[in-house]
């Protein structure tokens, strides 16, 4: 309940920012915020200055850059054009990307329990958008 509420609080600042110009000045400060609360909660539970491999320097530079600020860029943008509802119905969809990428570059295959979650989840974002587009087709 708790992350939630707080991705509902992101939305909503995402929202609430949505001026050309205007979201790089929020979203700078939220990345700075975040990524050092990760730090200091790091070095609370594990030791995290020690010497890394390339190929581990490499992951956290990846999961820096493509989930966090291309990812979170792409959510912040998507929230400019698109209804709030639909950017959270798709978000949800973030699990499916994960287990195909770890199939893809790891060579993981999920469990049963992935493939119900993945059909229940795209049959609910279907079913929302489905009359989301009925909606938006119906009061043109």
Known sequence: ??????????????????????????????????GTFCLLMSLVFTEPFR???????GFIVGLGLIPTVLGHSILNFSMRVLRGQVVSIVNLGQFLFAGILAFVFLGEIPEWPFWVAAVLVASGASIALGSEALKN???E
């Open 1 to 34: 309940f708790g992350s939630m509420f707080l991705f509902a609080m992101y939305l909503v600042s995402a929202r609430g920012n949505l001026r050309p110009g205007r979201l790089w000045s929020y979203m700078v400060p939220l990345y700075t915020a975040g």
């Open 51 to 57: 010497a890394y491999s390339t190929r581990d320097l």
């Open 137 to 139: 087709e119906g009061s």
